[in-house]
């Protein structure tokens, strides 16, 4: 977790090849007084790097982000509106490669889709 205390991981359950992940982020955390005071907007990089420390989690090896495609970014997260997100993960392994197919959600709303290339550091 490169951001201390920004999210908690509540569960994680795969089955079928796919994964879900229940986190809450921390409202309280010190980069919404930046980002942006009044109106905190969870960054998408950092919901970025919580689908990567899932996918490290799941595999049980350190990962890093080779690449991603087809990010669309479609809701705003307001950590004090909805702090519950569901990830759904899609995770095979290629070649040393692991290619993640991820939504993520809160509610029924979508938040973010994305497909992202991990490597083993």
Known sequence: MLLKDFYIINSIQTE????????TINKNHEVFKGHFPGNPVTPGVCIMQIVKDITSKVVEKSLFMESSSNVKFMEIINPE?????????????????????????????????????????
């Open 81 to 121: 509106v909805t702090p519950d997100l569901e990830f759904i993960l899609n995770i095979t392994e290629v070649e040393g490669v692991y290619k993640v197919k991820n939504v993520t959600k809160f509610n029924d709303t979508i938040a973010l889709k994305l497909s992202m290339n991990l490597k083993v550091v």
């Open 16 to 23: 079928n090849g796919q994964t879900i992940a229940a986190v």
